[in-house]
């Protein structure tokens, strides 16, 4: 079993950064791949990045290419997002989720664990 938690949501301004980490705990997550996603009121869950098992590889929705960044470390057991020049259409709850063995793509059933997810809101 794994248990994974979000942290570093909150509001900021339009241009701002913020960086949220996902911790894992129960077992390693080093050889799965792990995901990024969010959810705005009254909309579906949407793909943000994913990242491989070792950090090599990642992918991002066309919406936060050059914005957004995904790195994890697995020693530390944390993966992290990075978010640059935030907009208002990015304040959303953002859930980390553990792929099934190496996925890493952008579909919600690639992943077999959740957080329960941080708010991010972002103001003009």
């Known amino acids: 079993q794994v248990q994974l938690r979000e942290s570093g949501g909150g509001l900021v301004q339009a241009g701002d950064s913020l960086r949220l980490s996902c911790a894992t705990s129960?077992?390693?997550?080093?050889?799965?791949?792990m995901g990024w996603f969010r959810q705005a009121p009254g909309k579906t869950r949407d793909f943000v990045a994913g990242?491989?098992?070792?950090?090599?590889?990642?992918n991002y929705a066309d919406s936060v290419k050059g914005r957004f960044t995904i790195s994890r470390d697995n020693a530390q057991n944390t993966v992290y997002l990075q978010m640059n020049n935030l907009k208002p259409e990015d304040t959303a709850v953002y859930f980390c989720?553990?792929?099934?063995?190496?996925?890493?793509?952008?579909?919600?059933?690639?992943?077999?664990?959740w957080g329960r997810g941080t708010l991010v809101t972002v103001s003009s």
């Open positions: 129960g077992r390693t997550t080093s050889n799965n791949g």
């Open positions: 989720a553990a792929g099934r063995g190496a996925s890493f793509g952008a579909e919600p059933s690639q992943y077999n664990y």
């Open positions: 990242i491989s098992m070792r950090g090599l590889y990642s």
